[in-house]
Nanobody, 118 residues
Framework: QVQLQESGPGLVKPSQMLSLTCTVS??????????WSWIRQPPGKGLEWMGA???????YYSPSLRSRTSISRDTTKNQFSLQLSSVTPEDTGLYYC??????????WGQGTQVTVSS
């Protein structure tokens, strides 16, 4: 069974960088044809796909977040990470990592709360 677990600081100051890591077990992040995504949900709002890294290492980003989002991976640790720069309180929300193929998101982490506040 594939399991994903988000980790990282729950509190980030405005203008600083948000950094999260997703640890994957039960499957390799380099296995075809899977894509490894980051999704977030602000309070009271819907899910927003942020970006992803595919099994071969290519990254994709939501146009609205591309300028300040970076996704990377460490294949030796079976982890992939999210960095979101210049955060504001509007970046507050639940952050999820997930495995997907096209638009099917079959496996999710439990989510981690991130609050942007001074």
């Amino acid at each position: 069974q594939v399991q994903l677990q988000e980790s990282g600081p729950g509190l980030v100051k405005p203008s600083q960088m948000l950094s999260l890591t997703c640890t994957v077990s039960g499957g390799s992040i380099t296995t075809s044809p899977y894509t490894w995504s980051w999704i977030r949900q602000p309070p009271g709002k819907g899910l927003e796909w942020m970006g992803a890294i595919v099994y071969g290492g290519i990254t994709y980003y939501s146009p609205s977040l591309r300028s300040r989002t970076s996704i990377s991976r460490d294949t030796t640790k079976n982890q992939f990470s999210l960095q979101l720069s210049s955060v504001t309180p509007e970046d507050t929300g639940l952050y999820y990592c997930a495995r997907n193929v096209n638009l099917r998101f079959a496996y999710w982490g439990q989510g981690t709360q991130v609050t942007v506040s001074s």
